[in-house]
């Protein structure tokens, strides 16, 4: 289980450095704990770094007109650099600028994002666009991603994202979840064929959905049995 846990523990912090997981091999012996704490640090450090020219990109963002900010995002700055200054704005601009930036910018700049950073921005979005974007997330395979905004979101706006999910795509999203908590209220909403799908694709991550059964609550853990 430890080992199991670790290997999706370095799945998220590879993503965290954007290097390859194999280059993270050597910390397969680490616990899970270690490297959870490892990862709040590299994510910190990412952050931190250039932070005062981030914070003056965002100073002159906030003096221009939103429409011209989101095409010098779009065609000068890119998606990870957007997603550092979007960070350090006022709630209030980031949301107004976010409602000009094209759904398939905003998809590519969520992957560099840290949702608990920008939880006031998403509060502020319309839901229909944040739905949009965790669409094209899941259609992209960004499932890691995806989960990393499952808790910050909300399990209704969750709910409409993985409308018609498979699965086997809700169990690895399930699976890259950090709080197993935030997992109970989006099985409850999903249809049992759903759920019955989510039962038969558990057993190709053997001890790994085991582990997730368990961390499970009692209602989510007999309704999974319930349709095996």
């Not at 935030?182 to 790994?208: F, K, M, N, S, Y």
Request: proline fraction near 4%.
């Amino acid at each position: 289980m430890t080992a199991l846990t670790s290997a999706l523990e370095i799945t998220k912090l590879a993503h965290e450095m954007h290097v390859d997981e194999a280059e993270l091999a050597f910390l397969a012996t680490t616990s899970p704990d270690d490297l959870r704490d490892l990862r709040g640090i590299v994510s910190h450090a990412m952050f931190s770094r250039h932070e005062s020219r981030v914070k003056g990109l965002a100073a002159v963002s906030k003096k221009l007109p939103a429409a011209v900010t989101a095409k010098i995002a779009e065609v000068a700055m890119g998606p990870m650099l957007s997603a550092r200054v979007a960070a350090v704005m006022e709630p209030a601009d980031a949301a107004k600028l976010a409602g000009h930036l094209k759904p398939e910018f905003l998809a590519e700049l969520s992957v560099h994002l840290d949702p608990n950073r920008v939880a006031a921005i998403i509060a502020r979005l319309d839901r229909g666009l944040v739905v949009d974007v965790g669409r094209r997330l899941l259609a992209d395979g960004h499932l890691l991603t995806l989960a990393r905004f499952t808790g910050v979101v909300g399990p209704e706006t969750s709910l409409k994202v993985v409308d018609g999910a498979s699965g086997a795509e809700v169990v690895r999203l399930a699976l890259f979840i950090d709080e197993p908590s935030v997992i109970d209220p989006l099985l409850a909403g999903l249809p049992d064929e759903t759920v019955a799908e989510i039962a038969a694709a558990g057993a190709d991550h053997g001890d790994a959905f085991e582990a997730l059964l368990v961390a499970l609550g009692e209602d989510s853990r007999a309704r999974i049995a319930s349709l095996t």
